[in-house]
Each structure stands twice: as C-alpha cells, then as structure tokens.
C-alpha cells in the first residue's frame, strides 16, 4: 500500500517574495480557495509579524478555507509567535512553523552564536509555540550546507520539545541530490525520535535541483514536501507544486498525493496572471510547449502513438490539448495531419508536392498557421464541383426567410428553394436539396477582418461526412455570402460530391 505524501503549498508565502508579485488580501483568498480544490494538504498563507497585510491575509484565509491546514511562519522570537497564534484563531486546523539557521554560516555569521545556542533558541521557541497550538513545524533554515550530526542534534531536541514536523530546507539551492538523499537518510537513522515528527523537505532552484533533491528526500524518508504553483519564490524559485505531483502519479513509486491534477493548468493560468510573473514556454508540465511536438521525427511517432514522445496525457493536468507545430522541421505526416483538420485529404503524389512548397514557405516563417495552408493549397485543388450561379433571400419579421439557390453543380445548373429559421440557414437548406448529400454541419465561426460598419467578416464552417471533418472558409462584405462562400468551399472539398454528377437533377 503506498504511503501519503504530504503537500505544503507556501505560494502565499514563499512564492508572494519573488518582487512585484505581491498580492492583496482578497487575491490569496482566491487562490487560496482553489488550492484547497486541487487537494493540498497545508496552505502556507503568510508570515504574520512582516506586515499588517500577511496578518489580514493569515486570518482571512484561515477563515475561507476549510480542510487544508493553515500555516503562519515565524522566526524564533517570542513576539513573532504571539502574532502567528492571534492570526490563526479561526483556523480550523492551524500550524505555527517557527525555525532558524542550522549551518556554520547562519550560526557564525547571521546569529553571532554558537551552536549550542542556537539549539536553546530552537526549543525554547518550539515550546512556547506549543503553548498556543498543538501543531508546530520547526524549519532548520540552510540545513543543506549544516553539518550532518549538528543537524541531527538540532531535529532531535526540537521534536523533543513538541515539534511535530521538522523542515530540512536546502535553503540556498547548494544540495546535489545524492547528497540530500543521504542528508534525510542520516536523519532518519541517527535521530532517536524521528518516528515522532514528519520530515519535511523545502528545497530551492539555485542550481536548478529543487525538484530533483525533494523526490530524493521523499524516497529516502521524508513524508512532506513544500512547494510553490509555478515553482515561483525566492531567487531561482522553489520546488514545483506541478512536478512532485507528476512525477509521483507518472512512476511507478509507493506513494501517492491528494493532488487533483486535472486542476493544475487552471490554477497554474491563475497564478501566473494574478501575479504577473509568466510561464517560461519550455516549464515543464504547465509551459505552453510542454505538449508541443515541431521536430518532424517527433511528430510523426507522435501521430502513430501519442505515448512515443508524451509521458502525461495534456488532460491529465487539465492542459488545453497536444500540438502539432509547423515549421521547416516537420515532416509530411504533421503537413497531413493539419491539412485533414482543415478538411483537405491530398493523395500522395499531391501531398509530396503540396510538401516541397510547404518547406519553401517554413523556411520564409517562424511557423506555419492555417491561413498559410489555405493559400498553399487553394491552388492545388482541382477544378470546383460546385460554383455559385446566383443567391436570392427574403426574410424579417414575422415571415420565415425563403432562399432561392442556383448553382453548378458538376456542370449543370439547378436551382433549388428553402425556407429556414434565419437567411443563412435558408440558404444551406436550399443548397442541401441541391447536393442530396448528408452532411452534418459541426461548427459555424465569424470573425471580423478589420474595423467599421463596412468590414468584411471571414467566415469558417466545419462540416462533417463519412467520419471525416472538413472546413471551409470565405469572406465578404455581406455575412450572409460569406456564409455561402463558406459552406461551398468546405462542400468542395468532399470527394463524394466529386461522384455524384449522376444524382445532379436539372
């Protein structure tokens, strides 16, 4: 049976000290309450004593929030602790996490102490904690740089003292994780009480292994690990709330988290945007390219199995969906794949040559979009089944619209009437009796191309046939042509149509 890892999201606390990505009150309410929806067990929601603002922030979130413990950070001071307590008195589950620097620089440089003061300090600030609230975490700030059995004597007197979590920050970033692995290890085995607290990891992205060196604590023992949305915080940032989870739910490891990670792109999105601070495109698990596939070995494998070249399903994060970017990379099977989603189904000898001026153009652009396709294959198509010969509507309130439609259809011209609920909807019903086709209609898009009571609207339609989609595109002045332009552009490009020249009536 797999054992509970323990999230502790400190967003609110550690996150909000990047600059110019402080929030107000009512904003860590908000994601506060969606932190609780994604499933994280302790919401760090300030520290109290810094300014009016994290005290407000401390208690309004203690009371907008119901399952997650809410935490309140604190140094080892008497007056800290007393306003961490005053703020989480309508917490329904409180922590106070109260801690100070273990390693020789902290001790020497920071404090001026000794060692053997600095662990009085510790304990005396972990009872005093214990005065007010049951549970206290206690932070042993730089323990990656701190000597081994110094560390161990710190953790042990400080559960001793009530300590029921215990923090072991690589506070600078410095850890490789082989060695942090073997720092939670020593820990575990030397420290007489451990089975009385949960050892917690809280690790730093100087050097880029905040991620790496948290999943080394937990498979060496630690059972918490503290994280940011975003891997956002101090410096390079924190450990990635996105990546424990994933990595957890992705291997095959004996743990498990009550991360819904179908919410995380969400919260994700709101994070970065309530705090100003965009998403680098390559992060991973939530960055835009993170699902994006532009090497055309990568895309091919990718279209004959999605698990070649994707680990995680988008959907599993809540991600929009997989992408195939065009650009002078790509092969002929992503070039296929974009021209079928755009309702074009080329043979082979017309997509190799349809390929040779797609790269001509890749090699002109950044990357290739659906209008370049359009215009690339308009001129490879053959000859229309189908053209306009004359559009006619009568329609307002409170007669139905009546279209009358002529068109070539396979050479001979027909004309057809219909009325419907609206003049678009007359008309397609008109070109339907036409055609003697069954279609289905999927989607029906306006856009404007520029501004004024003159614009001329781009209109897109995807219809369905035969388990295939196929879209269709047409522009003008007049929404209601556009939208026949639209509609027989897309029916154009469906090769029974192409067939049906003995079902043509006159």
Same mark, same amino acid.
């Given at each position: 049976?797999?054992?509970?890892?323990?999230? $502790?999201?400190?967003?609110?606390?550690?996150g909000e000290q990047v600059p110019g990505c402080q929030l107000d009150t009512?904003?860590?309410?908000?994601?506060?309450?969606?932190?609780?929806?994604?499933?994280?067990?302790?919401?760090?929601?300030?520290?109290?004593?810094?300014?009016?603002?994290?005290? !407000?922030?401390?208690?309004?979130?203690?009371?907008?929030?119901?399952?997650?413990?809410?935490?309140?950070?604190? &140094?080892?001071?008497?007056?800290?602790?007393?306003?961490?307590?005053?703020?989480?008195?309508?917490?329904?589950?409180?922590?106070?996490?109260?801690?100070?620097?273990?390693?020789?620089?902290?001790?020497?440089?920071?404090?001026?102490?000794?060692?053997?003061?600095?662990?009085?300090?510790?304990?005396?600030?972990?009872?005093?904690?214990?005065?007010?609230?049951?549970?206290?975490?206690? $932070?042993?700030?730089?323990?990656?740089?701190?000597?081994?059995?110094?560390? =161990?004597?710190?953790?042990?007197?400080? /559960?001793?003292?009530?300590?029921?979590?215990?923090?072991?920050?690589?506070?600078?970033?410095?850890?490789?994780?082989?060695?942090?692995?073997?720092?939670? &290890?020593?820990?575990?085995?030397?420290?007489?009480?451990?089975?009385?607290?949960?050892?917690?990891?809280?690790? @730093?992205?100087?050097?880029?292994?905040?991620?790496?060196?948290?999943? =080394?604590?937990?498979?060496?023992?630690?059972?918490?690990?503290?994280?940011?949305?975003?891997?956002?915080?101090? &410096?390079?940032?924190?450990?990635?709330?996105?990546?424990?989870?994933?990595?957890?739910?992705?291997?095959?490891?004996?743990?498990?988290?009550?991360?819904?990670?179908?919410?995380?792109?969400h919260l994700s999105q709101m994070v970065s945007r309530m705090m100003n601070?965009?998403?680098?495109?390559?992060?991973?698990?939530?960055?835009?390219?993170?699902?994006?596939?532009?090497?055309?070995? @990568?895309?091919?494998?990718?279209?004959?199995?999605?698990?070649?070249?994707?680990?995680?399903?988008?959907?599993?994060?809540?991600?929009?969906?997989?992408?195939?970017?065009?650009?002078?990379?790509?092969?002929?099977?992503?070039?296929?794949?974009?021209?079928?989603?755009?309702?074009?189904?080329?043979?082979?000898?017309?997509?190799?040559?349809?390929?040779?001026?797609?790269?001509?153009?890749?090699?002109?652009?950044?990357?290739?979009?659906?209008?370049?396709?359009?215009?690339?294959?308009?001129?490879?198509?053959?000859?229309?089944?189908?053209? /306009?010969?004359?559009?006619?509507?009568?329609?307002?309130?409170?007669?139905?619209?009546?279209?009358?439609?002529?068109?070539?259809?396979?050479?001979?011209?027909? !004309?057809?009437?219909?009325?419907?609920?609206?003049?678009?909807?007359?008309?397609?019903? =008109?070109?339907?009796?036409?055609?003697?086709?069954?279609?289905?209609?999927?989607?029906?898009?306006?856009?404007?191309?520029?501004?004024?009571?003159?614009?001329?609207?781009?209109?897109?339609?995807?219809?369905?046939?035969?388990?295939?989609?196929?879209?269709? $595109?047409?522009?003008?002045?007049?929404?209601?042509?556009?939208?026949?332009?639209?509609?027989?552009?897309?029916?154009?490009?469906?090769?029974?149509?192409? &067939?049906?020249?003995?079902?043509?009536?006159?």
């Amino acid at each position: 049976m797999s054992e509970k890892i323990h999230i $502790f999201d400190t967003t609110l606390r550690d996150g909000e000290q990047v600059p110019g990505c402080q929030l107000d009150t009512s904003e860590k309410v908000i994601i506060a309450r969606q932190l609780e929806l994604l499933g994280v067990d302790v919401i760090e929601a300030g520290f109290p004593i810094s300014s009016p603002g994290d005290f !407000r922030s401390v208690v309004e979130i203690s009371k907008a929030v119901t399952h997650p413990i809410i935490c309140a950070l604190t &140094r080892s001071v008497q007056k800290d602790i007393d306003v961490a307590a005053e703020a989480l008195k309508y917490a329904k589950r409180g922590r106070i996490h109260t801690g100070i620097g273990v390693s020789d620089y902290h001790v020497k440089y920071k404090f001026n102490a000794t060692r053997e003061e600095i662990i009085e300090r510790a304990v005396a600030a972990v009872k005093y904690a214990r005065n007010y609230i049951d549970d206290v975490e206690f $932070f042993a700030e730089d323990a990656g740089r701190a000597d081994n059995v110094y560390l =161990a004597q710190v953790v042990e007197a400080v /559960i001793a003292a009530g300590a029921t979590v215990v923090n072991i920050p690589d506070t600078t970033g410095y850890c490789l994780p082989a060695d942090y692995a073997a720092k939670i &290890r020593f820990l575990k085995e030397n420290v007489s009480n451990i089975d009385q607290a949960i050892i917690s990891v809280h690790c @730093h992205n100087d050097l880029g292994m905040a991620t790496a060196n948290s999943i =080394a604590g937990i498979q060496n023992g630690a059972r918490q690990v503290e994280v940011t949305m975003n891997g956002i915080g101090e &410096r390079a940032g924190n450990t990635s709330l996105e990546e424990v989870a994933m990595i957890i739910k992705t291997h095959d490891m004996p743990f498990h988290t009550d991360i819904q990670s179908n919410k995380i792109y969400h919260l994700s999105q709101m994070v970065s945007r309530m705090m100003n601070m965009p998403i680098q495109p390559n992060k991973a698990i939530v960055g835009r390219n993170a699902y994006a596939h532009s090497s055309g070995i @990568h895309q091919d494998g990718f279209l004959k199995n999605r698990e070649n070249y994707e680990i995680i399903a988008p959907e599993d994060v809540g991600f929009p969906d997989s992408s195939i970017i065009l650009t002078a990379r790509s092969g002929k099977a992503a070039l296929r794949h974009h021209l079928e989603r755009l309702g074009y189904y080329p043979e082979q000898k017309v997509l190799v040559e349809v390929y040779e001026r797609f790269l001509v153009m890749a090699d002109a652009k950044k990357d290739v979009c659906d209008e370049d396709l359009i215009e690339l294959m308009e001129g490879t198509e053959q000859e229309s089944v189908i053209d /306009i010969l004359h559009v006619q509507v009568v329609c307002g309130q409170p007669i139905h619209a009546v279209a009358t439609v002529e068109l070539l259809y396979n050479g001979i011209a027909i !004309r057809e009437s219909a009325t419907g609920n609206g003049p678009i909807n007359a008309i397609i019903k =008109a070109i339907d009796k036409i055609i003697n086709e069954k279609v289905g209609f999927e989607e029906f898009l306006v856009q404007s191309m520029s501004k004024g009571s003159d614009d001329a609207g781009r209109i897109q339609v995807a219809l369905s046939h035969e388990g295939k989609n196929y879209q269709g $595109f047409g522009v003008d002045e007049d929404v209601v042509m556009g939208s026949v332009k639209a509609y027989v552009n897309a029916l154009n490009k469906i090769p029974a149509l192409k &067939r049906n020249k003995q079902t043509a009536r006159a």
